[in-house]
Nanobody, 127 residues
Framework: VQLQASGGGLVQAGDSLRLSCAASGGTFGSYTLGWFRRAPGKEREVVAAINWNGGTKKYADSVKGRFTISRDDDLNTLYLQMNSLKPEDTAVYYC?????????????????????WGRGTQVTVSS
């Protein structure tokens, strides 16, 4: 499976961005998908995750109410709509596909359960 994230950029605080993650070469629809980010000097952390049918979504506390994760399995694409961006959202954003089908539970936030990753897209928010 190959994942390609796009949509990052340099924006001002309060602006919006929409990230996309296009998947190819493997199964997409049976797996939990997640967006993670790594800020300078920090570990990669979960931003949002969505289960295989889109019925369950989880968000980091820091982005609740501002970010929305969604998926379109017909297009094999994962999205992250980011509104009201803050300087602390500055990071490289990665999309990932869980390694186990039909699994969400207590694993959605842990990078070790994700088997495939996109290359990342830089989001920079200026104050």
């Amino acid at each position: 499976v190959q994942l390609q994230a796009s949509g990052g950029g340099l924006v001002q605080a309060g602006d919006s961005l929409r990230l996309s993650c296009a998947a190819s070469g493997g199964t997409f629809g049976s797996y939990t998908l997640g967006w993670f980010r790594r800020a300078p000097g920090k570990e990669r952390e979960v931003v949002a995750a969505i289960n295989w049918n889109g019925g369950t979504k989880k968000y980091a506390d820091s982005v609740k109410g501002r970010f929305t994760i969604s998926r379109d399995d017909d297009l094999n694409t994962l999205y992250l709509q980011m509104n009201s961006l803050k300087p602390e959202d500055t990071a490289v954003y990665y999309c990932g596909r869980h390694g186990r089908p039909y699994t969400f539970g207590s694993t959605y936030y842990d990078t070790k359960y994700y088997s495939y990753w996109g290359r990342g897209t830089q989001v920079t928010v200026s104050s």
